[in-house]
């Protein structure tokens, strides 16, 4: 009989390279989606308060899944926009088996180790609030450990990043420092992204005609949150909103 030890790690060595394994790709769902909807799961705002207070983890996700989403969002910030990392794990465990992006404010490893923990598919890299070479390694660190990365941008100053390897570049019509929004930024800045590079159009689209134009210039994913959210029941609202596109 094998000793309980030897059998105990090497059970723990297989679960851990279930967790280095690559999840379902953000980048691929939104290659082959129709409509590249990325509906995100976000109960608060720092600039808006509560959206959703009662929102809950284990359903809008999967309702969103059963309406069309190509991808699901999730806030995992506590602070500001009262969310959880186990939101994720909820999700997880509802059925969602789609791509997930870990959202935060990520600034250290420890938080992209985990987004792999939680059951993310991807994590949120944003340049305005990391340095090139910080952001090189967070997404090395995402890489190895399975995940894909959302390098998300919002200026011509910020494109220089896209050297650091991401598999999906988004551009946020949001700025962060005042949390104005005007989509016309994606639009801007899409002729300035690399001609192969899957782009992402995240913050204030809340028109189905404004996909049809983005997608014009080449976006192939759309990220909207307060849209679905403020809606009775948000997954009814995104299948409303794709049968308009």
């Known amino acids: 009989m094998a000793d309980i030890l030897e059998q105990i790690v090497a059970a723990k060595r297989k679960e851990m390279a279930r967790l280095r394994s690559r999840k379902p790709s953000l980048r691929q769902a939104l290659l082959d989606s129709p409509t590249g909807i990325i509906a995100e799961f976000k109960r608060r705002s720092p600039s808006r308060g509560w959206i959703k207070e009662e929102g809950r983890a284990a359903e809008i996700p999967l309702s969103y899944q059963q309406n069309g989403a ?43 180790c985990e987004a792999a923990l939680c059951g993310a598919s991807a994590v949120l890299l944003i340049a305005a609030c990391l340095t090139k070479e ?37 551009i946020n019509n949001r700025h962060l420092g005042t949390f104005m929004t005007d989509v016309e930024t994606s639009f801007r800045l899409a002729e300035k992204l690399p001609e192969d590079a899957v782009k992402v159009s995240e913050s204030g689209i809340n028109n189905p005609q404004v996909i049809s134009r983005l997608r014009n210039v080449g ?25 308009q596109i």
Do not use: W
């Not at 090395?140 to 100053?157: C, P, Q, S």
């Not at 403020?230 to 049968?243: N, V």
């Open 134 to 170: 910080e952001c090189r390694r967070l997404t090395a660190l995402a890489h190895e450990l399975g995940l894909e990365v959302l390098l998300e941008m919002h200026d011509e100053r910020e494109l220089e990043y896209i050297e650091t390897g991401p598999d999906v570049c988004g």
């Open 70 to 112: 190509a991808a699901i969002s999730i806030l995992t910030d506590r602070q500001y926009f009262a969310g959880d990392s186990r939101f994720i794990t909820e999700a997880r465990q509802s059925g969602v088996d789609i791509p997930i992006l870990f959202k935060n404010f990520v600034v250290d490893e420890l938080q992209v």
């Open 219 to 243: 976006y192939r994913g759309f990220l909207i949150g307060e849209c679905f959210m403020r809606a009775p029941q948000p997954g009814l609202a995104l299948k409303e909103f794709i049968r």
